[in-house]
């Protein structure tokens, strides 16, 4: 079956980064996008980055310049280098794989930024 183990997460200083990593099996990783969501506090989650399975990739306006997303596929792992980290970052970190029209999600890992 699917699954998606995220790990990586931390407190952290803000400025100061962190790499978030996603396994992934159950599927052919390599064929799919990949796309990191977060959820912060009392607020919708949001997308964060997706790259395709051909590498190329988008980040949302708020992480740009900061956050890189990278994948493996002779890992079957996707990243999410994060820079620069700011208070407002501080969220639950998910990814995400769309397959047949379904969303899988992995359990999440926790960001905090603060100092």
């Known amino acids: 079956q699917v699954q998606l183990v995220e790990s990586g997460g931390g407190l952290v200083q803000p400025g100061g980064s962190l790499r978030l990593s996603c396994a992934a099996s159950g599927f052919t990783f390599s064929s799919y996008p990949m796309n990191w969501y977060r959820q912060a506090p009392g607020k919708e989650r949001e997308l964060v980055a997706t790259i395709t399975s051909g590498g190329s990739t988008y980040c949302a306006d708020s992480v740009k310049g900061r956050f890189t997303i990278s994948r493996d596929n002779a890992k079957n792992t996707v990243y999410l280098q994060m820079n620069s980290l700011k208070p407002e970052d501080t969220a639950v970190y998910y990814c995400?794989?769309?397959?047949?029209?379904?969303?899988?999600w992995g359990q999440g890992t926790q960001v905090t930024v603060s100092s």
């Open positions: 995400r794989v769309l397959l047949n029209g379904y969303g899988y």
